[in-house]
């Protein structure tokens, strides 16, 4: 926080930015999660509680709880996260700037002016290419104020591009 700032009062008062991630966005983040951190999380489980089952029996009795306690919060993050991420990821596109809203447990707002984008790519992963999502990449001469736009649907994330393209007028 700084100090003196006038303005830094008003960003909590900032309404949200009104483009939305959308339903192929959340099976998306879902996929992403369970490959990430849930399906990992099941398969190290069950191969330790079946090598426990073949080789030492007597150790389930304590194993089990103690796996499905370390299990908790990874089946936890991949149900919960996608739909936060739904909730939390916006954009919107002004005659001046780029407004976005991003995170699942952090939030983040970001606000950068059109007059300092250097550069605009559009990035898409296997998974995303699966979806037909893409990420638009806004940079700008600061690396504090270059933003994500995660879960745009591909054709949405070229015009929205262009638009924020530098030397392109909104």
């Known amino acids: 926080m700084v100090a003196g700032n006038p303005h830094h009062s008003q960003i909590g008062r900032l309404r949200p930015p009104r483009h939305r991630a959308g339903p192929r966005a959340r099976r998306w983040w879902t996929a992403r999660a369970w490959l990430a951190v849930g399906g990992p999380a099941l398969l190290v ?10 080789f030492f029996p007597g150790a ?12 908790a919060p990874a089946l936890g993050y991949a149900l919960l996260a ?10 919107e596109v002004g005659e001046s700037a780029v407004y976005a809203a991003s995170g699942w447990y952090w939030r983040r707002r970001r606000i950068v002016a059109l007059a300092g984008v250097r550069e605009v790519a559009v990035r898409r992963g296997p998974l995303q290419r699966l979806y037909g999502l893409a990420t638009v990449t806004v940079t700008t001469g600061s690396t504090a104020a270059d933003l994500r736009i995660a ?17 392109v007028a909104a």
């Open 45 to 54: 489980s069950g191969a330790l509680l079946a090598l426990s089952a073949l």
């Open 151 to 167: 879960g745009v649907p591909e054709a949405e994330a070229r015009t929205l591009a262009e638009r924020i393209r530098p030397g």
């Open 60 to 71: 389930l009795f304590w194993l089990a709880p103690l796996t499905a306690a370390a299990l």
């Open 82 to 91: 996608p739909a936060r991420r739904c909730r939390t990821h916006a954009w």
